[in-house]
């Protein structure tokens, strides 16, 4: 069974930085995309930023030029780096790797990990 585990996260200043990581279980393949998303009280989960097998990064606009991610393609491990980070995010950020294998589409999460931005 595949699981997904954030840490890394917690209360910071603005302006302050905060690394997310997650690391992945009992998957026996090199996940296709890896992305995290955040959802802050009372909105929807929203995707903050995805890296692809090849590399090719997404983000939302919101964060560009704060949050790089990277990842470590043989462990299957994503990272968020968080820069002059902003009240506004603050949520819940969550893991997700997903893609297809042998035609059979995946989609996995993990459990969350909380970070607060203070003003």
């Known amino acids: 069974q595949v699981q997904l585990g954030e840490s890394g996260g917690g209360l910071v200043q603005a302006g302050g930085s905060l690394r997310l990581s997650c690391v992945s279980s009992g998957s026996r393949f090199q996940f296709d995309d890896m992305g995290w998303f955040r959802q802050a009280p009372g909105k929807q989960r929203e995707l903050v930023a995805s890296i692809s097998v090849g590399g090719m990064t997404l983000y939302t606009d919101s964060v560009k030029g704060r949050f790089t991610i990277s990842r470590t393609y043989g462990k299957n491990t994503v990272y968020l780096q968080m820069d002059n980070l902003k009240p506004e995010d603050t949520a819940v950020y969550y893991c997700?790797?997903?893609?297809?294998?042998?035609?059979?589409?995946?989609?996995?999460w993990g459990q969350g990990t909380q970070v607060t931005v203070s003003s």
């Open positions: 997700n790797a997903k893609g297809q294998k042998y035609a059979r589409p995946y989609d996995y």
